[in-house]
């Protein structure tokens, strides 16, 4: 997850002389346009600072978008999640919000093509270390059948105009341990080994971070609120070559890498080690491995396809399981002296959004094996949760009243789990509205979870289950139900996903996903309601294998905004008996004040009062 803020005008100005000097280089190199993605040279969703290339030249700092400069205009392409963060962070810019996914957007190729129709033999750059092999191939198809474009990938402006461009860190890498990882690397290495036999690949490279991370069984600092370390890792039938900064490597970590039989080389030495690459073939994922990189492979065979990395680490074993359960105690704690706090807190009227952020973060920082946060925390009081990737900044930061919804976004970042948990909360008087799409967004969340599901079968056949009561009345909401989540690792992880959008990667135990269907109602409020699930298995009859949720989040859900008339008694039934078990397990952990707290909001809605 990524958070956005506003632009001062400053900033603005600053965006103004980058796009001059940007233009002045481009001139000078015959270039018509340039396109800077979101990522860097591992395909990341979250980059270090160096390679935030996108955010410097447009102002835009969500984790999703491209912005492409012509001499004439100025347009960033960005996604839902990000409509109206990145309305006002562009505004008095010259960039143009293009809505990606929109009928009415056109995409890049499109726009580029109309836009440089007037240029005698145009050539657009995009720097090839970073963005994949796939989407430069497609884009050079695209731009070159439609208007004779030709797409240059071996140029990158920001060394010349970024002055004070952020060097990549050095930060250690620090080893995480068997009792916490619950395989050891030279077993991960031989099970890679043998997925890539089955594709009939000799080798692979790896150039996602927390592939590397997890396969290594080593954690890092490099990306903000994501443990990962920036390096290569290059794997064939006989040798494990890492390709890191050494200076990052402890004496302790180079020990367990040579024990390990790891040979060790430099970060900038990966193009070099492909090109002596000794394999007969190597496997590239074409939508990961950056296209610099593809380009510089020697071998006889290139195999494009899936790595079989994030399928591997996407099923947790049952060390990582059982992390994940002591973590979300951990972090139910936290969020129980919180919920317990906020809304006297509110009532005394000196709560702001990030004032209640930092609340949630100092008492899960007390928490033991805290690590950070696993995001930015998104606090959005009444409109500002309508937002849907939301950063209170200081000129946006709003005092929290004792009325309306406040929704919060959070996570954590333990050594033993990684929590990602969602609640709306009643701070006093609702309306109607607000009431009625509270109860929506619960009851789809309540019919994902209540589920049961062939094995095998993906998140898209499922997404409907969450949304089909908010169909019914006319809302939808056009960001994902449900992502995988990392074993203190990326919070968002793959490859399955439940989304509306077609994502075939089958769901099959050992997985956690995300439980987080919303309703956005812009410039009023916002509602989302998110829990991690674990897929386990449910029983098997004539016609298969069948899953089914095992809920491991654990936080009271608030009944305060619940429009009970819209909920069966299932759904009711559902919410009791999660929130029997979320003081079961959390209440031995407080002091009585606070377990008298919870016994007072998890305690059973009774269907004989409903009815009276």
């Known amino acids: 997850m990524n958070t956005t803020t506003s632009l001062d005008t400053s900033a603005k100005s600053s965006i103004t002389e980058r796009i001059a000097a940007l233009r002045q280089l481009m001139k000078r190199e015959k270039i018509a346009a340039f396109i800077f993605p979101s990522s860097d040279p591992h395909n990341s969703e979250y980059v270090a600072e160096h390679w935030k290339g996108r955010e410097w030249i447009s102002g835009f700092n969500g984790s999703a978008g491209t912005a492409v400069v012509t001499m004439e205009k100025a347009a960033l392409w960005t996604d839902s999640r990000y409509f109206i963060a990145a309305a006002e962070q562009l505004s008095s810019t010259e960039y143009v919000l293009m809505k990606d996914r929109l009928p009415e957007t056109p995409t890049i190729s499109e726009w580029l093509c109309r836009e440089l129709m007037e240029v005698k033999s145009p050539e657009v750059g995009i720097d090839g270390n970073v963005c994949s092999f796939a989407e430069i191939e497609q884009l050079r198809k695209e731009l070159q059948k439609n208007a004779g474009i030709t797409l240059r990938t071996n140029f990158d402006p920001l060394q010349q105009i970024w002055n004070d461009r952020p060097v990549l860190p050095e930060d250690e890498i620090v080893l995480h341990p068997l009792e916490y990882a619950g ?287 908010m169909w019914r009345e006319g809302y939808n909401f056009m960001h994902g139900t449900g992502h995988g989540v990392g074993s203190y690792l990326n919070v968002h992880e793959g490859p399955h996903q439940i989304r509306m959008e077609w994502r075939p990667a089958p769901l099959l135990e050992g997985m956690t996903v995300t439980n987080e269907p919303g309703i956005y109602v812009e410039n009023k409020f916002g509602v989302r309601i998110e829990n991690i699930l674990l897929l386990k298995p449910y029983r098997t009859t004539d016609f298969g294998s069948f899953l089914e949720f095992e809920t491991l989040t654990l936080a009271p859900i608030d009944t305060q905004p619940i429009e009970f008339s819209l909920m069966t008694n299932e759904e009711i039934e559902w919410l009791n008996g999660y929130h029997r078990r979320v003081f079961d397990v959390l209440s031995p952990y407080l002091g009585e004040d606070e377990k008298a707290w919870l016994r007072e909001v998890t305690k059973a809605i009774r269907l004989q009062d409903l009815n009276e």
């Open 183 to 469: 395989e050891p690397t030279i077993d991960k290495i031989d099970r890679i080994r043998k997925a890539l036999r089955a594709q009939h690949a000799d080798g692979i490279l790896v150039t996602a971070l927390d592939d590397i991370a997890w396969t290594l069984n080593l954690r890092g600092n490099d990306v903000h609120c994501n443990p990962v370390f920036i390096a290569y890792l290059l794997i064939s039938t006989t040798k494990v070559k890492l390709y890191i900064n050494k200076v990052k490597l402890t004496a302790e970590v180079a020990a367990y890498l040579k024990a390990a039989n790891i040979e060790i080389y430099g970060y900038d030495e990966i193009a070099k080690g492909l090109t002596a690459y000794e394999e007969y073939n190597i496997l590239l994922d074409a939508n990961a491995v950056n296209y610099n990189l593809a380009k510089a492979v020697c071998c006889p065979s290139i195999i494009y396809g899936s790595s079989p990395i994030p399928a591997l680490k996407a099923i947790k074993n049952s060390t990582e399981i059982e992390g994940f359960r002591r973590a979300m105690i951990k972090d139910g704690i936290a969020l129980v002296k919180f919920l317990k706090w906020l809304k006297p807190a509110v009532a005394a009227g000196k709560e702001t959004e990030m004032s209640v952020g930092q609340k949630l973060t100092d008492l899960r920082s007390e928490q033991p094996l805290f690590k950070g946060v696993s995001f930015d925390s998104i606090v959005g009081y009444a409109a500002h949760g309508a937002i849907v990737h939301y950063e209170a900044t200081p000129e946006t930061n709003a005092q929290i009243l004792p009325k309306g919804l406040l929704l919060i976004d959070s996570g954590a970042q333990y050594q033993d789990g990684t929590t990602d948990i969602t609640r709306t909360i009643a701070l006093g008087e609702t309306t109607a509205e607000e009431r009625r799409i509270y109860t929506l967004v619960l009851k789809g969340h309540i019919r994902l979870d209540r589920c049961k599901f062939p094995r095998g079968a993906c998140g898209s056949q499922i997404d409907a289950l969450a949304r089909e009561s």
